[in-house]
């Protein structure tokens, strides 16, 4: 069973940067799609980036130039550099990991395992 553990949230004012952390446990993360999600309070958990086990990328069109999702393989860490954030921002963040895909998923249901998840709060 993988563990995924996640940190680095916190609050910030407008304009801010912020880098999230995710460190797993027993699998080789590179190898497989890893994802950033999100969840505010009363929304549905939406996907911010992901990256595939090439490198490949995928951010939603809100943080597009802003984040940065990346791998550090001799920590077996998954980052989000998050930078110039604003209040629509504001939520729960988590990670996530699937072993039977490569690709950059974007969405929560090909995810099967999770983080507890860090939260984020930007003010204006």
């Known amino acids: 069973q993988v563990q995924l553990v996640e940190s680095g949230g916190g609050s910030v004012q407008a304009g801010g940067s912020l880098r999230l952390s995710c460190v797993a446990s027993?699998?080789?993360?590179?190898?497989?799609?890893m994802g950033w999600f999100r969840q505010a309070p009363g929304k549905e958990r939406e996907g911010v980036a992901a990256i595939a086990s090439d490198g490949t990328t995928s951010y939603t069109d809100s943080v597009k130039g802003r984040f940065t999702i990346s791998i550090d393989n001799a920590k077996n860490t998954l980052y989000l550099q998050m930078n110039s954030l604003k209040p629509e921002d504001t939520a729960m963040y988590y990670c996530?990991?699937?072993?039977?895909?490569?690709?950059?998923?974007?969405?929560?249901?090909?995810?099967?395992?999770w983080g507890q998840g860090t939260q984020v709060t930007v003010s204006s």
């Open positions: 027993r699998y080789r993360i590179s190898r497989y799609s």
């Open positions: 996530a990991f699937d072993p039977w895909r490569s690709y950059a998923a974007m969405a929560p249901n090909e995810y099967n395992y």
